[in-house]
């Protein structure tokens, strides 16, 4: 079974709007963190924001928060006012245990903003 | 500056004939991990390595072999390259969760490999 499900291969926006790409996860550890990656057309990953599971807030990085519902199992990543650079393939992980396990992406979602 | 260095960058080479990948981090890290990434299936690890000499295999292991004889160096070879090995590779590491330093993973550059 997958442990990350991203179910959106690809989503549109455009400038200064909102946008949210989905994230499932599956794991019966109580002791997990979340991670979204960036990874733009020149290949490089690039870090975006971290959610643990006994974080008590939402964690918000500049434009970038995450709307983690641990009862649900998401962890949704929203955009606020979406930029041109905004556009790349965007990726949810999850580690467990502590990190003391490996890291495990999704499929990822492609986002593009349009002008 | 912090940093996960891999080489060669860009690769083309031919069935058969082994290469290597090395992959080098200078942040005392002690979690090192390679991923491949193909077009719809995202990144799938191939090894990690959890320190020094303490290797395992990830989900995509077949066809490759690493080493972990110091910290900072996690090498990824290839002892007898196929097509089907052709990848965007990404070497990465971090101290784990639980040391409550560094939480995220850092990548290096990708190492796109070919395999004619």
């Known amino acids: 079974a997958q442990k990350i499900t991203q179910t959106q291969p690809g989503m549109f926006v455009q400038e200064k709007e909102a946008v949210t790409l989905d994230c499932t996860y599956d794991?019966?550890?109580?002791?997990?963190?979340l991670f979204w990656y960036k990874q733009p057309s020149s290949g490089e990953m690039i870090f975006l924001i971290y959610?643990?599971?006994?974080?008590?807030q939402n964690a918000t990085e500049g434009r970038y928060s995450l709307n983690f519902q641990k009862a649900r199992k998401s962890a949704n990543l929203v955009i606020s006012a979406s930029q041109l650079g905004d556009s790349a393939m965007y990726f949810c992980?999850?580690?467990?245990?502590?990190?003391?396990?490996?890291?495990?992406f999704g499929k990822g979602t492609m986002l593009l903003v349009s002008p | 500056e912090a940093q996960v260095t891999q080489n060669p960058r860009y690769l083309i080479t031919v069935t058969g004939k082994k290469l290597t990948v090395t992959c080098s981090q200078n942040?005392?890290?002690?979690?090192m991990s390679w991923y491949r990434q193909d077009p719809g299936l995202g990144l799938r690890q191939i090894y990690y390595?959890?320190?020094?000499?303490?290797?395992d295999k990830g989900d995509v292991p077949e066809g490759y072999k690493v080493s972990r004889k110091e910290k900072r160096n996690f090498p990824l070879i290839l002892e007898s390259p196929s097509p089907n090995q052709t990848s965007l590779y990404f070497c990465?590491?971090?101290?784990?969760?639980?040391?409550?330093?560094?939480?995220?993973?850092?990548f290096g550059e990708g190492s796109r490999l070919t395999v004619l």
């Open positions: 990465a590491s971090s101290q784990p969760i639980g040391t409550g330093i560094t939480r995220e993973l850092f």
């Open positions: 390595s959890m320190n020094v000499e303490v290797t």
């Open positions: 794991t019966s550890d109580p002791s997990y963190g």
């Open positions: 942040m005392n890290h002690e979690y």
């Open positions: 959610q643990g599971s006994y974080d008590q």
């Open positions: 992980a999850m580690r467990e245990n502590w990190g003391y396990s490996t890291l495990t």
